[in-house]
């Protein structure tokens, strides 16, 4: 059967070439059949992790070109390897599979779901208003144009980064002065600060508010 060579790239850039049958599937390279149980676990990592899902000893033993039984020592290998790593090899009779260890999980679900921010509430908005065109300004500054406690919305805002503490001022007890972030002009689409439209409309935070899911916050 002829065989026909093709070049792979791969993420660091190298450039090797791969032979292919007359159906375009990789030829198993000379030596995998007499590999040692440690040499296949490499092999057999790879074929786990592009497929994804549980795979049988079978299946494997067919895309390596080896035995059942010698995928199977290569799974013992492979699990002793990936001892005291993020991963590891499941194996239920004769499925396996490549999955995650359980004290990693934290790390995958936030890596998977990462924080779907609460829509701003109407008091949040307006208090980010104030922030951004009298900025920078104190707490007590706020809440003297708002008129009612502004420490849980500030405290909201701050955890979202659209505001940030700039300065302290220089008043007995030194108050924190706020000041819009990075993250603001962000959201708004602005280049600077001082792009903010006239004072007078709520076009400026609209964006904020169609930026954010869910349910009302402080």
Same mark, same amino acid.
């Given at each position: 059967m002829?065989?026909i060579?093709?070049?792979v790239?791969?993420?660091?850039?190298?450039t090797f070439?791969l032979?292919?049958?007359?159906f375009?599937?990789a030829?198993?390279?000379?030596?995998?059949?007499g590999a040692e %149980?440690?040499?296949?676990?490499?092999?057999?990592?790879? @074929?786990?992790? &592009?497929?994804?899902?549980?795979?049988?000893?079978?299946?494997?033993?067919?895309?390596?070109?080896?035995t059942?039984?010698?995928?199977?020592?290569?799974?013992?290998a492979?699990?002793?390897?990936?001892?005291g790593?993020?991963?590891?090899v499941q194996?239920?009779?004769d499925?396996?599979?490549?999955?995650t260890?359980?004290?990693?999980?934290?790390?995958?679900?936030?890596?998977?779901q990462?924080?779907?921010?609460?829509?701003? &509430?109407?008091?949040?908005l307006?208090?980010?208003?104030i922030?951004?065109?009298r900025?920078?300004?104190?707490?007590?500054?706020?809440e003297?144009?708002?008129?009612v406690?502004?420490?849980?919305v500030?405290? &909201?805002l701050?955890?979202?980064?659209?505001?940030?503490?700039?300065?302290?001022?220089?008043?007995?007890?030194?108050?924190r002065?706020?000041?819009?972030t990075?993250?603001?002009?962000?959201?708004?689409g602005?280049?600077?600060?001082?792009d903010?439209?006239?004072l007078g409309?709520?076009? @400026?935070?609209? %964006?904020l508010?169609?930026?954010?899911?869910g349910?009302?916050?402080?």
């Amino acid at each position: 059967m002829d065989e026909i060579e093709t070049e792979v790239q791969v993420e660091d850039e190298e450039t090797f070439e791969l032979a292919l049958d007359v159906f375009g599937r990789a030829i198993v390279p000379e030596g995998v059949a007499g590999a040692e %149980p440690e040499d296949l676990a490499v092999a057999l990592e790879a @074929v786990c992790f &592009s497929l994804n899902r549980p795979v049988t000893l079978a299946e494997v033993a067919g895309i390596l070109g080896r035995t059942p039984g010698a995928v199977g020592a290569a799974a013992e290998a492979l699990a002793g390897q990936l001892r005291g790593r993020g991963l590891m090899v499941q194996r239920h009779g004769d499925q396996l599979q490549l999955v995650t260890r359980p004290e990693t999980a934290w790390a995958v679900q936030r890596a998977l779901q990462p924080e779907r921010p609460t829509r701003l &509430s109407r008091p949040a908005l307006e208090t980010l208003a104030i922030v951004a065109y009298r900025q920078p300004l104190t707490r007590a500054g706020i809440e003297a144009i708002r008129g009612v406690n502004c420490e849980a919305v500030l405290e &909201s805002l701050e955890r979202r980064g659209l505001i940030a503490e700039v300065d302290r001022q220089d008043t007995p007890g030194r108050p924190r002065l706020f000041g819009t972030t990075l993250r603001f002009l962000q959201i708004v689409g602005l280049e600077r600060i001082d792009d903010l439209p006239p004072l007078g409309g709520d076009e @400026v935070l609209a %964006p904020l508010a169609a930026a954010h899911d869910g349910g009302a916050a402080p």
